[in-house]
């Protein structure tokens, strides 16, 4: 099983809906990130959270510590928004130190006019 | 502009030969990553660095090596060894580990 599961695997809506995209981990973290890639395969980051909720224009992200689940929220979704979108958490490795990523499989999104 | 660069986006190997793969930041950043995307699987961490000269192994390492001489420089050397060394290659950076992370345009290694 991997230690960072996200859902669905893939999502096609309507320009306007509402969309969620989920993620569960099964591993202590010291934060959760939420990347977006685009075809080219740059990759930006959007949030970094390790508790309560986080918004930034259209997006919104919150995370539950106690549950180990984090979901990314689009509102008014657009076309430019399709794009590939990560999990990915800061975990304890061997000797106690955070480092590094853990990512999630990705959620390919495709927003259509 | 401050940000990582990777060079160059597409890379050509034939099989047996090492290859190195660079990535630069000017973001002031102490600690750098290497990972590695493969189709319908996520990142997986190949190296960490959190300092200068000093680096970890992390999930798939074997068949890799790194430097850091320079706390600007972090190259990926993909070596023989390395049995599957075809992926798309993305070099990252950060203050520290719990701070964001930054990411570079990649390099698409195809080895033949």
């Known amino acids: 099983k991997n230690e960072v599961e996200q859902s669905p695997q893939n999502l096609t809506a309507q320009e306007g809906e509402f969309i969620t995209i989920n993620c569960s981990y099964s591993v202590g973290i010291s934060a959760l990130h939420w990347l977006q890639q685009h075809p080219g395969g740059g990759i930006v980051s959007l949030f970094m959270l390790s508790s309560g909720k986080k918004k930034h224009g259209r997006l919104i992200a919150t995370i539950n510590i106690q549950e180990k689940h984090s979901s990314l929220h689009i509102t008014a979704s657009h076309p430019r928004d399709s794009a590939v979108y990560i999990c990915a958490v800061t975990s304890f490795r061997s000797g106690g130190g955070a480092d590094g990523l853990t990512f999630g499989k990705g959620t390919h999104l495709i927003i259509q006019p | 502009d401050g940000g990582i660069t990777q060079s160059p986006k597409y890379l050509f190997r034939k099989e047996g030969q090492n290859v190195t793969l660079s990535c630069e930041q000017n973001?002031?950043?102490?600690?750098m990553y290497w990972y590695r995307q493969d189709p319908g699987q996520g990142l997986r961490l190949i190296y960490y660095?959190?300092?200068?000269?000093?680096?970890q192994k992390g999930d798939i390492a074997e068949g890799y090596s790194v430097s850091r001489e320079k706390k600007e420089s972090f190259p990926l050397t993909v070596t023989s060894a390395q049995k599957n060394p075809t992926a798309f290659y993305l070099c990252?950076?950060?203050?520290?580990?719990?701070?964001?992370?930054?990411f570079g345009p990649g390099t698409r290694l195809t080895v033949t």
């Open positions: 990252a950076s950060s203050s520290g580990p719990k701070y964001e992370q930054y």
């Open positions: 973001l002031n950043h102490d600690a």
């Open positions: 660095s959190q300092i200068v000269n000093d680096f």
